[in-house]
Structures are given as structure tokens and as C-alpha cells.
């Protein structure tokens, strides 16, 4: 009797699976031919990509992200400019935070000084007219607090961070454009350069006190808020104090030069009263 023969090897029933498989190669090799297609496109074709210096690609914020039912203003943050690296992280600190840093200091304050870039030591000066006070790093809980967001926020240690500064300029006061980094060996014995600043407005101002950067690059009369901005403030790049809001910017490069395009001042006050704080982030450790 013959025995129907079956092969030995089971009939291939594994063909739709091959043509599975050679469809995925297939179509996998289509996606990089798109791919290599799509990456060679973009060098010839920048026409419509911004340029580094436009100002006018800021984010332009028309919703006023304040006040929620929590009283609590929602944190966002952008870039204000890259030469000099600047940014502004808006609702940095709480209401109740400004509040608790000018309450601190006001019992101290004193009128400012600008350091001797010859001797290295504090001198009194027209340059700057407001007063202020230094706060210990760590002080206390809130202070911690802050300290640590200002880690987070910058990518620095808290210990490269100098106390905080408080300022208070009334009417007419004014800090003249000056850099934050040193030139003389003396102030930098204690955590080298200064590498980053970060100012943070405690109070809204109503006319004046802005930020200028009179050396930044770029058109910066494209910013959003340029109709509101003073004299002084339209000599420049300018940042208008609002409570909460933090300015963060490098005093050097990404190759740790120093850059002279972070230039800076405080523009006086015409109406209404500012108070800021001042956080200088070293090189190094800072010791206190
Ligand atoms: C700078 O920006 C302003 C406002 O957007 C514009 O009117 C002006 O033409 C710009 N200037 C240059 C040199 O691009």
C-alpha cells in the first residue's frame, strides 16, 4: 500500500511572514531614502529659518499668564537674546517670596558701592545710585529655597552662588552699564570669575528701571514691549521689571571668555520704586 507522501519539511508555511518581512525592509528602506532626502533638503533651503540675531522670533505672549484661582502666576520662560545668553523665566518667584526678601532687607539697607577696578575695593559712586544689602546664602528655609530653584534654573551649584544681593532704587536712582566679571585679581580669589547673573525683579516698576544691554546684538528695537520702554531703555536690548520675573545672563562665553556683550545697567526709575535681587553664580565654589 503506498502511503501518500508528505515531504519531510512541512510545506513553507512561514511565505507570509517572509513577504511580512520583506515589506517592513522595504518599507524601511523607503522611510531612509525620505530621510537622507528630507536631512540633504534643509542646508539649501534657509531662506525662511530665522537668523541667530533676529529678535523679532521671541516668543510673543499675548495671554497674560497671571493670577489663577490659586493666586499662584504659572512659571514659562524664553530667550531673550544669544549674544548676550539671555533669558527671562517669568514667575520665577512667588508674591509672597518678593515680599519676604524686601521685608528682610530693609531694615539694612545701605547705599551701594562699584568696586575699584585698581584696588579691588568697594568705592563709593555716581555710577550707581540705589542702596542695598547682602543676604547670606542659606539663611534660612525660603532663602534655601530660592537658592536651590536658582541651581535648577541656571544648571550651576548652589555653592558657586555669592548671597543674594537686594536693591532698591527710588526715583532718579540708576546703576550705569557695567560688566559683572572682574579684572583684577582680587575679587576673584574667593570662587574666580563671575560666569552668570541672575536678576530677579521684586516689584513692578511703572515707568523706567528697565534692564539695558546697550551692546547686545540684533535689532532690538523688534522686541514686543519697545513702545513701553524709556529713553534709556530703548539705548538697548531692555528688560522691563516685573515682579516675579527672572533675568538670567552670561557674563562669559560657552569657552569661558569673557563676553562684552553682556554690558549691562539699570535705567533710573521714573515713576514708582524698584527693588531687585542680585544672585552672582562664580566659576568656582564660593565660600562664605
Ligand atoms: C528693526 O525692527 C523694527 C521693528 O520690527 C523694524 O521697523 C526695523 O526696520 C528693523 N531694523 C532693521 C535694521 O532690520
Known amino acids: 500500500m503506498a502511503k501518500p507522501r508528505y515531504p519531510r519539511i512541512p510545506p513553507r508555511k512561514s511565505s507570509s511572514s517572509t513577504v511580512v518581512l520583506s515589506m517592513l525592509l522595504m518599507f524601511s528602506f523607503v522611510v531612509l531614502v525620505l530621510l537622507a532626502l528630507g536631512l540633504l533638503s534643509i542646508p539649501s533651503h534657509s531662506g525662511d529659518s ?7 522670533t521671541i516668543v510673543q505672549r ?5 493670577d489663577g484661582n490659586d493666586g499662584k502666576a504659572e512659571p514659562w520662560s524664553e530667550v531673550i537674546s544669544w549674544e548676550p545668553r539671555a533669558f527671562v523665566y517669568h514667575n520665577f518667584l512667588s508674591k509672597d517670596e518678593c515680599e519676604y526678601l524686601i521685608k528682610l532687607a530693609k531694615p539694612h539697607m545701605h547705599k551701594s558701592t562699584v568696586v575699584d577696578s585698581s584696588t579691588g575695593k568697594s568705592k563709593d559712586s555716581r555710577v550707581r545710585t540705589s542702596s542695598g544689602t547682602f543676604l547670606t546664602r542659606g539663611q534660612d528655609k525660603i532663602i534655601r529655597g530660592i537658592e536651590k530653584r536658582l541651581a535648577d534654573f541656571t544648571f550651576l551649584p548652589v555653592e558657586h552662588g555669592e548671597g543674594l544681593q537686594i536693591l532698591h532704587y527710588e526715583v532718579g536712582q540708576k546703576y550705569e552699564p557695567h560688566y559683572d566679571y572682574f579684572l583684577d585679581d582680587y575679587n576673584t580669589k574667593n570662587g574666580g570669575q563671575r560666569m552668570a547673573t541672575v536678576l530677579m525683579y521684586l516689584s513692578d516698576v511703572e515707568e523706567g528701571g528697565e534692564t539695558v544691554f546697550p551692546a547686545a546684538k540684533g535689532n532690538f528695537s523688534s522686541v514686543p514691549w519697545w513702545d513701553e520702554l524709556s ?9 522691563k521689571p516685573k515682579m516675579g520675573d527672572a533675568l538670567l545672563f552670561w557674563s562669559m562665553k560657552p569657552d569661558a571668555s569673557l563676553d562684552p556683550s553682556s554690558l549691562h545697567g539699570g535705567c533710573p526709575v521714573i515713576k514708582g520704586n524698584k527693588w531687585s535681587s542680585t544672585k552672582w553664580i562664580r566659576v568656582n565654589e564660593y565660600k562664605i
Do not use: M, Q, Y
Open 50 to 56: 530665522p537668523r541667530a540675531n533676529d529678535l523679532s
Open 62 to 66: 499675548t495671554v497674560e499668564k497671571s
Open 231 to 239: 529713553e534709556c531703555g530703548k539705548e538697548g536690548l531692555s528688560v
